[in-house]
């Protein structure tokens, strides 16, 4: 391909030539015969005749400047092509861009453009037309402000060498891509979606970018994680084994394997590795992730997902926390469990559990459903209710007073708030342990009827509570006995 390429390029270079030199030599026999043929001596000698013969020349001149400088164009292209493309790239290991093969080629065809027309017209100062041709110099200053921006910033690009062809560059506002060209105008990078972004020179010197040289050994970082169970050591050892297998891993430099965080879910870590071609880092970066996951299998070694260590504690029980005689004795002091012997007490001692509050935390809210009973094992609470929707305290109970039996016996809704005057702890007697102490006890359920009984007047105003009390504690006590299922 490329050397047909070549062969065209140079017919086409001979056949340009030829035609070039053809004309040229063409204008040069043809001159003298037409001078004579329109000028020549038969010619009447008039004033007509003296200017339309400088005309002749005039033109017959322009067209050789012309003729000339299309031939020197063609050279100079195909001197740049065949010659000092490859010298450079011989030499610099880059391709020249077109902003160096521009500035070349102009510089050239500025330097024959003088020797021509110094040739042809010996008699007319250069220098004099560019200098004073001041209102020229203006309006192309003012058309080509951007055009020269954009060359200035190219020509500094040129300068600085920040980059060049073929190396990676991030641009932050357009993305990173591998730079195609760097032209008079901008710079052509493809990006790894194989799209190709145009960056004018102005807007490309306003940017930070990092550019990643295609000679330089550039590194990548690929972030894993693996289990605390798993040996740093081991996990060093197996990663950079595998890593520096891997195609385009430089083996100039040995990859580095360091821990990045001792993190919540296990120990995140980092490999860093040099590339020999940084413009395909991302295939090698997934190469490199593939390497880590095939060699973690052989070597026994995981990955660590998000995952959290549970340690559990049992439930704090009575005995767990407190001297057991304690609770006992707290419980058998209670009046309306004084009838219980000793194994009853200790059994419900040791199916109640401790529950500690907050001074001002409700134990129990008015309305809720409820199963069990508390007695007060330290600490006081306030009984209150609502009065025209401020809490009145009804009662306030301290150690070795019990609240909450009569949701629980009846399996009403709670009838009133229970809250801790101070740090409070309770001991919570469920249904299950009642029901038991119950069948064995059945006085318990009379004693625990009057109790609520009387509550239940506490909660009403004392008129109403003195017709009530004995009536209920009556159907009370058949409440309960009905609720628990007992004869
Ligand atoms: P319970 O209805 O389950 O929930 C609220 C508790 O407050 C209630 O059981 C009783 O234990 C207690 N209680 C209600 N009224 C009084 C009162 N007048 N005196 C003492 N305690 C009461």
């Known amino acids: 391909m490329a050397k047909t390429g070549i062969r065209k390029g140079f017919i086409l270079f001979l056949v340009a030539v030829t035609l070039i030199v053809a004309a040229l030599l063409l204008l040069n026999f043809l001159e003298p015969s037409l001078r004579d043929y329109f000028f020549g001596e038969g010619v009447a000698d008039t004033k007509m005749k003296q200017t339309a013969a400088s005309s002749f020349d005039q033109v017959v001149k322009l067209s050789r400047v012309v003729l000339m400088m299309i031939l020197v164009i063609v050279i100079v292209r195909a001197l740049m092509n065949a010659v000092f493309a490859p010298l450079f790239r011989a030499s610099t290991g880059y391709e020249a861009s077109s902003i160096i093969r521009n500035a070349f080629s102009i510089v050239l065809y500025i330097i024959f453009f003088v020797f021509i027309f110094k040739n042809q017209y010996p008699d007319v100062d250069l220098g004099a037309v560019f200098t004073t041709s001041a209102i020229f110099g203006v309006i192309i200053g003012l ?53 190709i972004v145009l960056i004018s020179n102005t807007s490309l010197g306003k940017e930070a970018i990092e550019v990643a040289p295609r000679n330089n050994l550039n590194a990548r970082l690929v972030f894993f994680n693996t289990l605390y169970t798993d040996s740093p050591a081991k996990t060093i050892h197996v990663v950079r084994e595998a890593v520096r297998e891997a195609d385009n891993v430089s083996t100039k430099i040995t990859p580095i394997v360091r821990i990045r965080d001792l993190a919540a879910s296990g120990i995140d870590w980092e490999v860093k590795y040099w590339l020999v071609d940084y413009s395909k880092y991302n295939d090698t970066d ?51 469990f004084a009838p219980l012997n000793e194994d009853e007490v200790s059994r419900l001692a040791s199916t109640s559990e401790l529950r500690v509050f907050a001074p001002g935390e409700a134990v129990i809210k008015a309305g809720d459903q409820g199963s069990s009973m508390f007695v007060i094992n330290r600490g006081r609470v306030r009984v209150q209710i609502s009065d025209n929707g401020k809490p009145r305290t009804v009662a306030t109970l301290n150690e070795g007073d019990f609240f909450g039996e009569m949701a629980l016996f009846t399996g009403e809704p709670r009838s009133a708030n229970v809250v801790a005057a101070e740090e409070t702890e309770v001991l919570e007697i469920g249904h299950q342990a009642m029901k ?52």
Do not use: C, M
Not at 165 to 192: L, Q
Not at 446 to 458: H, I, Y
């Open 436 to 487: 038991q102490l119950f069948e064995t006890n059945p006085d318990l359920v009379e004693a625990l009827s009057n109790e609520v009984a009387e509550r239940r007047a506490g909660l009403k105003s004392k008129e109403e509570a003195k017709e009530t009390k004995e009536d209920e504690s009556d159907g009370l006590f058949k409440t309960v006995k009905r609720f628990f299922g007992l004869n």
């Open 143 to 195: 058309a080509l402000q951007d055009t020269l921006g954009n060359l200035f910033a190219g020509i500094s690009f040129q300068a600085d060498k920040p980059f060049q062809v073929g190396d990676v560059i991030n641009i932050p506002t357009k993305g990173v891509g591998v730079v195609e060209s760097v032209t008079w105008r901008g710079v052509k990078i493809r990006t790894f979606t194989n799209k």
């Open 286 to 336: 997934a190469l490199v992730r593939q390497r880590i996951w095939y060699a973690f299998k052989r070597a026994g070694i995981t990955f660590a997902f998000p995952t959290q260590t549970l340690h559990i504690a049992p439930r704090t029980k009575v005995e767990a926390h407190h001297d057991d005689t304690t609770l006992i004795e707290r419980l058998s002091n209670v009046e309306i």
